[in-house]
């Protein structure tokens, strides 16, 4: 099964993939093209997937850069790949061709970023934590010091937990309206004291606050298509033990 990276114009002619989990050679639940290595799954396996993801992208393995994401708004600005231990941060930037950066998600939000005319790119793990903390500005501001402006960057946020499927409690929403009570905006009413909290939604409304030149959602949620997608809440729901991440990858 050849890989399926799902790709938007707004990058063009950039090259960049949002990965699905087709195309590899994981199996059982992280069947098949599982990036994470902070997974459960073989490590030979993961290496062999992010192997095939680079070449998908045509570059090398070792200029594919992946991060230790911890939900932070911690952006790094990259000239080359850096040295393993995998740096702790949610986004990176560049304006080196060649390097490829990477995000790895499942059911958060993997937004890739691009100001063709300066030849800079952007990669951000955002998930409610990071997203409401600024990891999204951050990626900006760092963009800007290579050189980029606002005005003319694209970005794209990929397959994620659809606004149907993300139930939050009582306690989450007021979080968010205590941070500004706009954010009412972004949440439907669910079942008893539950909402329904539109992720992609809040995404874009702090990148288009930001001044981005474009911004958009693929459309697709993580969550309702078990056929391409991972999902860490669908994992949960189901009783699972563990599950793969998706790629989402940007290269100048």
Not at 4 to 22: E, Q
Not at 31 to 52: F, I, K
Not at 103 to 130: E, I, Q, S, Y
Request: contains cysteine; glycine residues 12%; aromatic residues 8%.
């Amino acid at each position: 099964m050849s890989l399926r990276p799902i790709t938007d114009r707004a990058l063009a002619p950039v090259t960049h993939g949002f990965f699905t989990r087709a195309g590899g050679v994981s199996t059982g639940l992280f069947d098949s093209l599982n990036c994470g290595p902070g997974s459960g799954d073989a490590p030979a396996a993961v290496t062999e997937n992010l192997a095939r993801a680079a070449a998908a992208l045509g570059t090398a393995p070792a200029r594919l850069v992946t991060l230790h994401q911890t939900h932070s708004a911690r952006c790094l600005t990259l000239d080359a790949a850096p040295a393993l231990p995998r740096p702790r941060a949610d986004a990176m930037v560049t304006a080196t061709p060649g390097l490829a950066l990477g995000v790895l998600t499942a059911d958060c939000m993997a937004v890739l970023f691009a100001d063709r005319a300066a030849g800079v790119a952007g990669a951000a793990h955002a998930g409610w934590k990071g997203a409401l903390a600024g990891v999204l500005e951050a990626t900006l501001d760092a963009m800007e010091g290579l050189g980029a402006q606002r005005s003319r960057v694209a970005a794209v946020i990929g397959p994620c937990i659809g606004p149907q499927a993300y139930e939050v409690g009582p306690e989450f929403v007021t979080r968010f309206c205590d941070d500004d009570p706009g954010n009412a905006r972004f949440f439907a009413p669910g079942a008893g004291d539950r909402a329904l909290f539109d992720l992609p939604g809040f995404g874009l409304h702090r990148l288009r606050r930001a001044r981005v030149g474009a911004a958009h959602w693929t459309g697709h949620c993580t969550w309702s298509d078990p056929a391409r997608f991972f999902s860490w809440r669908r994992t949960c729901q189901n009783g699972q033990a563990d599950y793969g991440r998706l790629l989402s990858a940007i290269l100048l």
